[in-house]
């Protein structure tokens, strides 16, 4: 596609309620990273996929998260029993590969609201 | 730990005024570079510094990258109300390859008239 494509933009659940974040990357782009951003801060660092390979998934809050990355393409970040403190917006980027700037583009994010 | 640490976290002032955004670490990147987010946007590359004291600008704004590629300072002229938003500094740690971004704690500047 033309851009980063992120569904839901919008998502409302109850607590304990499991959840799945879709994102489409640009076509081609190897890295596909997941952010977290709560109201009014700056980006918290999920986990980074090369291929279907993650390589870094360090900022994982905790083992309710995992995603998964198919085909080199769409990823899915899975949140399991949400809790209150999940609410954020989750913002999907992509990346090409062998470019040393290495620009990342952004999805419009999943406004999480766990309540 | 936080890797890149952004100074002043939130800055309000008058249209007119300069300002100066600091983006520091102890780290050495291969890249730098600075995004612009909105509301209900995700965040939008300005623009990317690769040489140590390379100088770089936008129109009004000035990017600079320190010598020894650890820190960038972003400087803009005569803000607008239309420069509102969040600036966020981001460290790329390897040259050719898509290395993992390392996003800063993010400067939230409000433009007033």
């Known amino acids: 596609g033309a851009g980063v494509s992120q569904s839901p933009s919008n998502k409302v659940t109850e607590k304990g309620k499991d959840v799945e974040l879709r994102c489409d990357p640009i076509?081609?782009?190897?890295?596909l990273y997941w952010y977290r951003q709560s109201l009014g801060q700056g980006l918290e660092f999920l986990i980074y996929?090369?291929?279907?390979?993650?390589?870094?998934k360090s900022g994982l809050p905790s083992d309710r998260f995992s995603a998964e990355r198919t085909g080199g393409s769409v990823s899915t970040l899975t949140i399991q029993r949400t809790q209150q403190e999940d609410s954020a917006v989750y913002l999907c980027?992509?990346?090409?590969?062998?470019?040393?700037?290495?620009?990342?583009?952004f999805g419009q994010g999943t406004r999480l609201t766990v309540v | 730990t936080q890797l890149l640490e952004q100074s002043p976290q939130f800055l309000s002032i008058q249209e007119g005024e300069n300002l100066t955004v600091y983006c520091n670490s102890s780290?050495?990147?291969?890249?730098l570079q600075w995004y612009r987010q909105e509301p209900g946007e995700g965040p939008v590359l300005l623009v990317t510094?690769?040489?140590?004291?390379e100088v770089k600008k936008l129109k009004r704004l000035t990017f600079q990258f320190g010598d020894a590629r650890k820190d960038s300072s972003l400087h803009i002229t005569a803000a607008q109300p239309g420069d509102t938003g969040l600036y966020l500094c981001?460290?790329?740690?390897?040259?050719?390859?898509?290395?993992?971004?390392?996003f800063g704690t993010g400067t939230r500047l409000q433009v007033t008239l």
């Open positions: 980027a992509s990346s090409a590969l062998t470019v040393p700037n290495t620009e990342a583009f």
């Open positions: 076509s081609g782009h190897t890295a």
């Open positions: 996929f090369q291929g279907n390979s993650a390589p870094d």
């Open positions: 780290s050495v990147f291969s890249s």
């Open positions: 510094v690769v040489t140590g004291g």
């Open positions: 981001a460290g790329a740690k390897a040259a050719g390859t898509a290395s993992k971004l390392t």
